[in-house]
């Protein structure tokens, strides 16, 4: 079993490029480190964040998120016990609606997965991809023209 967390929160100014690759760097080094596997996805001053691992690891990984100042407005979306990892090639995954084409192997099939199916889940398809899947469409289509609920 793992635990999912799932969350969306702003940054509270925009991010450069440079200074979102070295966060991911160290988050990389920080998940690999705690077990931790993920994806982020960023644009338009929006985050959203799926973290999978062992309950107290990835709880504790989001208390630091939550403190962080350069994440306002956090607001968990999902916080439930799965029985696989979704991302477990992923140390942390990232992807912004121009980057999905340079993903892959078993990463790029986890996005294409989501992109494939965008107009509706799969059945029995795990809960934090769905969440993906949806948050996806959110930030490619622009959260004011996506209206609705985060699961369709």
């Known amino acids: 079993m793992t635990h999912h967390i799932a969350y969306t929160s702003a940054a509270p100014e925009p991010v450069d490029p440079g200074l979102l690759a070295s966060l991911l ?5 920080n998940n690999t480190r705690d077990g931790i596997t993920g994806v982020l996805l960023y644009h338009d001053q929006s985050y959203f964040q799926i973290l999978e691992g062992e309950k107290d690891v990835v709880e504790a990984c989001y208390a630091r ?3 962080d100042p350069r994440h306002v407005g956090v607001l968990r979306l999902w916080n439930q016990t ?3 990892r979704v ?3 992923w140390a942390m995954g990232y992807a912004g609606p121009d980057q999905l084409q340079l993903f892959e192997g078993a990463a790029q099939d986890r996005l294409t997965r989501f992109m494939r199916h965008r107009n509706g889940e799969t059945p029995g398809e ?5 969440l993906a899947r949806q948050m996806y469409k959110r930030f490619r289509f622009g959260m004011a023209r996506y209206g609705g609920p985060i699961l369709t």
């Open 82 to 84: 799965a029985e696989e």
């Open 87 to 89: 991302f477990s090639h």
């Open 126 to 130: 795990p809960v934090a991809l769905a």
């Open 25 to 29: 760097k160290v988050s990389v080094r």
């Open 65 to 67: 998120i939550v403190c």
